[in-house]
């Protein structure tokens, strides 16, 4: 397995329902990020959550991570179809902060 | 303030041929990263510049690819007589010069460049 796996792979809801995602790791980590990428385009920056920290909001983001369990999860509350789009997980670790390992991502589809 | 520019967006190219992927940073940014995306995976770091300089390519596969970040210009990832498995979708990433100790620099993306090897 790598590291940074999330799961579901793929997540289905209505529009307004809250969608949570989840992300698990290996190794000890730097920090966590959160990327959307939306089909065909590049990633954008959501959220960064380091090793110390257990819950971060931002917006309408909630990220949180247990570093006991090597996992953190995503939710987004009251979603919109804008939000459909695949969320990956990425982590650094050791020295190499700046290298990103990211997981395959779950792909979010909120119908309106 | 233009994000990170990356051209061309689609590249076809047939088995044997060259790939040369550009990358232009976002202004004021000195460091870049290039990462790999295959079908239905994550990216996958493959080799990190600073202007002139290489500083990590432990994901670079050790023949056919080489990236270069020189003093005037976008970035260019290279690589030659391409095969099949090398389609995939090939990410930039620029960030400011890094800050001191474990603080960590966002690292901001640009659109990719889709390779399809016919």
């Known amino acids: 397995s790598q590291q940074g796996e999330e799961d579901p792979q793929a997540l289905s809801i209505q529009e307004g329902e809250n969608a949570t995602m989840n992300c698990s790791y290996k190794t000890s980590i730097n920090n966590l990020q959160w990327y959307r990428q939306n089909s065909g385009r590049g990633l954008v920056h959501l959220i960064l959550i380091r090793s110390n920290e257990r819950e971060k909001h931002s917006g309408r983001l909630r990220v949180t991570l247990d570093t006991s369990k090597k996992s953190s999860s995503l939710l987004i509350t009251a979603s919109r179809a804008a939000d459909t789009a695949s969320y990956f997980c990425?982590?650094?670790?050791?020295?190499?902060?700046?290298?990103?390992?990211f997981g395959k991502g779950t792909l979010l589809t909120v119908n309106p | 303030n233009a994000g990170v520019m990356q051209n061309p967006r689609h590249l076809v190219r047939r088995r044997g041929q060259e790939a040369r992927l550009r990358c232009s940073p976002m202004?004021?940014?000195?460091?870049v990263y290039w990462y790999r995306q295959l079908p239905e995976e994550g990216l996958k770091f493959m080799v990190y510049l600073q202007k002139e300089n290489i500083i990590d390519e432990s994901g670079m596969p050790k023949e056919r690819f080489s990236a270069e970040f020189p003093k005037e210009g976008p970035s260019i990832l290279r690589i030659q007589q391409v095969v099949r498995g090398d389609s995939a979708a090939y990410f930039c990433?620029?960030?400011?010069?890094?800050?001191?100790?474990?603080?960590?620099?966002?690292?901001?993306f640009g659109p990719g460049t889709r390779l399809t090897v016919l």
């Open positions: 990433a620029s960030s400011p010069p890094r800050l001191a100790g474990p603080a960590y620099n966002e690292q901001f």
């Open positions: 990425a982590t650094s670790s050791g020295g190499s902060n700046y290298k990103l390992t």
């Open positions: 202004k004021g940014h000195s460091h």
